[in-house]
């Protein structure tokens, strides 16, 4: 009808060829599932979700690594500190003790050792005396045991006044003590006193003197 209508003598076999045309290729032209397209479209949307949550995930475990690490910093800093507060300390005092054996090693220096009394016959200790840089150190060899609340007290001796309190020390302070330095003194005079020391001396409890 179409050849027909344009004028056109259709071919002997048209209608034939025709029919077999859309028998061959009947269902292939718009062989589309819809179900498939969504299906696809589907499995792209859950890639996306996939690939975002392993970012996230990946994120988030370096964020916790960081956080570790940067914990451990923290804390490795903390120590540091501490340690480098220690061995400053240490090291002040180990640079004191090696001044204060100077001193004593300097020829200005006088070492006197102190006369025990008998009730602390056991007292061993040296006063280094040094007029000339104004400076006292005691090394201690032996001490009486001091009851608890007692402490050693330094007095200065000088004739026609009373005696002048002076350094309040213990065992603790180590075995080479810095003391105080009195000018005029005649003899330095150590006691057993109560803990913080006081005014007066208790004569009872004398454990020795060093007249210089």
Excluded at 78 to 100: F, G, P, W
Excluded at 166 to 181: A, Q
Excluded at 182 to 202: H, L, M, N, Q, R
Aim: net charge negative; aromatic share 8%.
């Amino acid at each position: 009808m179409y050849a027909a209508a344009q004028g056109v003598k259709p071919l002997k076999d048209l209608s034939t060829d025709v029919i077999k045309t859309i028998k061959d290729n009947k269902g292939t032209e718009n062989d589309h599932n819809p179900m498939s397209d969504r299906s696809s479209d589907q499995e792209g949307w859950f890639g996306g979700w996939k690939s975002l949550l392993l970012s996230a995930l990946i994120a988030l475990g370096g964020l916790f690594f960081f956080l570790n690490v940067k914990g451990e910093l923290d804390t490795l800093q903390k120590k540091y500190a501490v340690l480098q507060e220690d061995c400053d300390s240490i090291s002040n005092s180990l640079h004191t003790r090696i001044d204060m054996y100077d001193q004593i090693s300097s020829k200005r220096n006088t070492p006197i050792f102190f006369a025990a009394t008998d009730n602390y016959s056991e007292t061993k200790l040296i006063l280094h005396y040094n007029p000339s840089d104004r400076r006292n150190y005691i090394q201690v060899s032996n001490l009486p045991t001091l009851e608890a609340g007692q402490a050693f007290q330094l007095w200065s001796l000088k004739d026609g006044i009373d005696p002048i309190p002076l350094t309040v020390f213990s065992k603790e302070d180590g075995d080479l003590i810095p003391v105080d330095f009195e000018e005029g003194t005649g003899t330095y005079a150590i006691t057993i006193e109560k803990a913080g020391g006081v005014d007066s001396p208790t004569l009872t409890r004398l454990i020795g003197t060093a007249g210089v």
